[in-house]
């Protein structure tokens, strides 16, 4: 129930034991890479000669879009929450220890562990332990004065929370270079079946305010030169992943929809964890799938289905169909759609336009513009496709190269059989391209 908070909150916790109570329950949110290391390996570690430090707490491995990784610290400023979401540990119901960071606290952790090389940035979010605008104002608060008292420059991503006025998204905006508005069900019934005190609606109208305000301000600075940048790395989501019975096509026409409406960055894909009640393990809330563990394959296939959306140039529709409502879990979805349209291919590599290219599986986007300049001033061969950065063993099926095959695509089901990622390997979202 809102406001019958489990747990209590020591006051007396000092900084160390805070920031393993507040990151840990921040590992959930994926809008970056949670990974973490206590520098040790079996029962005996490295042994007296070890040397070097990791920190196991806090620190969490992003990527930029070039494939550049960055790290953050990755926090909550309060694990304290009215809400009851079924799906998250730090529901109000949960009997876990709650604790919560001061803002003079996360200034001065944010500046420290970044004076060390520990951190590139701070990814900030809260629970909801009292009014949605009054949470915003202390995560508001923690980036505004790192950025004017104590000076920092680097990277800050802030997460807005659900019912938050238009004029705190406004002034996050100033001091945050990412904002982001977790969804985290895709249906409005699933809400209100797992995060009854969640609103669809609260949580679109927070993106569409935000969408209208880069807007107006990039409009301003086209006329205004002194005018601020706001958010300059835009705004992001999360989705959660198996919490409840939406097909993959739901869920990536819901991404399709988001891209379009509010031009978001990015769409997180976040397979659901199985959290029990009150963190034992074996005893599951009823409303919840009772799954041996995260669907962390079809989570990837997402990621590569997202990735089709954002940088090849697919339509959701494309991808899934009423037929295919879920994505292939053996093959990526760029192959899959391939075979259902081999009357596309084969597709002659020295004329071929950028948008055809990006069509070939084992042809991604930076390998298509290499192709393209290269073929200006010299002929192509497989070789040299290869070190171009096609990817052959896929590309083989669906290629000619001045009209010379490797394979024709003659039979589906062979392809399918030898393109197949039958052990289901490969489980990180791939930096190459496909």
Sequence with gaps: MAGAVQGQIDRSTDLGEKISILAGAAKFDASCASSGSDGKTGKGGFGKNRFGSSIPAGICHSWTEDGRCVSLLKVLFSNVCRFDCAYCVNRASADTKRSSFTVNELVELTCEFYRRNYIEGLFLSSGIFADPDIVMEKLIETAKKLRTEAGYGGYIHLKIIPGTGEKLIREAGLWADRLSANIELPTDK?????????????????????????????????????????????????????????????????????????????????????????????????????????????????????????????????????????????????????????????????????????????????????????????????????????????????????GAFIDKPEDPRRIRRLLSDQDGAGLQLPLFEF
């Design 190 to 402: 699933s809400l209100q079946t797992l995060a009854p005190q969640k609103s669809g609606k609260v949580i679109f109208g927070a993106m569409d305010n935000f969408s209208g305000l880069s807007s107006q301000f990039e409009e301003d600075r086209r006329r205004i030169k002194s005018t601020p940048a706001f958010a300059p790395a835009g705004q992001s989501t999360q989705l959660i992943v198996g919490a409840t019975a939406e097909d993959d096509r739901t869920i990536i026409n819901l991404s399709g929809s988001l891209y379009h409406k509010f031009s978001l960055r990015r769409v997180y894909y976040s397979a659901f964890i199985p959290v029990g009640v009150n963190g034992r393990p074996g005893i599951s809330d009823p409303r919840l799938p009772d799954i041996p563990g995260p669907p962390l394959v079809r989570e990837h296939r997402l990621y590569q289905a997202d990735w089709l959306l954002r940088f090849y140039h697919f339509s959701a529709a494309e991808i899934l169909d009423e037929g295919s409502p879920f994505l292939d879990i053996h093959i990526d979805p760029k192959t899959a759609w391939a075979l259902k349209h081999l009357e596309f291919f084969p597709v002659e590599i020295s004329r071929a336009d950028y948008e055809t290219l990006l069509r070939v599986p084992g042809i991604g986007a930076k390998t298509a513009r290499r192709i393209i300049e290269t073929r200006r001033s010299r002929s192509l061969t497989f070789d040299s496709l290869r070190r171009l950065g096609a990817v052959i063993k896929r590309a083989r099926y669906f290629i000619t190269c001045s």
